[in-house]
């Protein structure tokens, strides 16, 4: 149980266009859930957090128009990079917890490349 | 402020050698304690947390982890590692009460055979 799937995995862009990343969680009802960005050989940095239902908590340093969250449903959140540029290429990470719990299921991740 | 370190960023071990990855924080209260494993081309997985309760926590794939007040540490550890072993390892506090992990910078491991 407590799975995560992200799609796609990988992705490759054109500057200044948009990509839209998925998140669900399988099989149970997400609650909350969390995207990461990893620079390689690095840890996870905490991107933004999303409630179902709620606008999303952004961290300090993240712009919100450039990284738009939806949770719309307790299955589903997905990340619109906006007008991507080349520094935006990364790893993007989400996570998922259900109600109350303090675990973290993640998803395989995305890699985005802009060119 | 609230932080969390894993002082040794590479560490390497041959196959069947005990291990231990080091995992220290630095909180008003005692968060609660996770050790998550990554794996290339795989997401994080959790091995094992500590919420309260007996000190010493077992885990999957044989791993288990100590968490020492006195310390403030939450050590890894593992008997006899395997090939399979190898990866990055990350140890994560969370507030009781919050919603956030927060990771330490990651240990990456290397299994010599």
């Known amino acids: 149980g407590a799975v995560v799937s992200q799609h796609p995995s990988r992705v490759i862009c054109k500057s200044g266009t948009s990509v839209k990343i998925e998140c669900r969680s399988l099989?149970?009802?997400?609650?909350?859930m969390f995207w990461y960005r990893q620079f390689p050989k690095q840890s996870l940095m905490l991107m933004a957090t999303s409630n179902e239902g709620s606008k999303a908590t952004y961290e300090q340093g993240v712009e919100k128009d450039k990284f738009l969250i939806n949770h719309a449903s307790l299955t589903l959140s997905t990340l619109t990079v906006t007008s991507a540029h080349p520094e935006d290429s990364s790893f993007y990470i989400c996570s998922a917890s259900g109600p109350g719990s303090y675990e973290q299921y993640f998803g395989p991740g995305t890699r985005l490349t802009v060119t | 402020a609230q932080s969390v370190t894993q002082p040794d960023i590479h560490i390497t071990v041959s196959e069947g050698a005990s291990l231990e990855l080091r995992c220290n924080y630095s909180?008003?209260?005692?968060?609660?304690l996770f050790w998550y494993v990554q794996s290339p081309g795989q997401g994080l997985q959790l091995l094992l947390k500590y919420f309260s309760g007996d000190t010493l926590v077992q885990g999957i794939k044989g791993f288990e982890a100590e968490f020492k007040r006195s310390q403030s540490s939450f050590n890894l550890r593992k008997p006899s590692v395997h090939w399979s072993d190898a990866a990055e390892y990350f140890c994560a506090p969370i507030i009781q009460g919050a919603q956030k992990l927060v990771f330490g910078q990651g240990t990456r491991l290397t299994i010599n055979p």
């Open positions: 909180y008003g209260a005692t968060p609660y």
């Open positions: 099989d149970f009802q997400a609650t909350t």
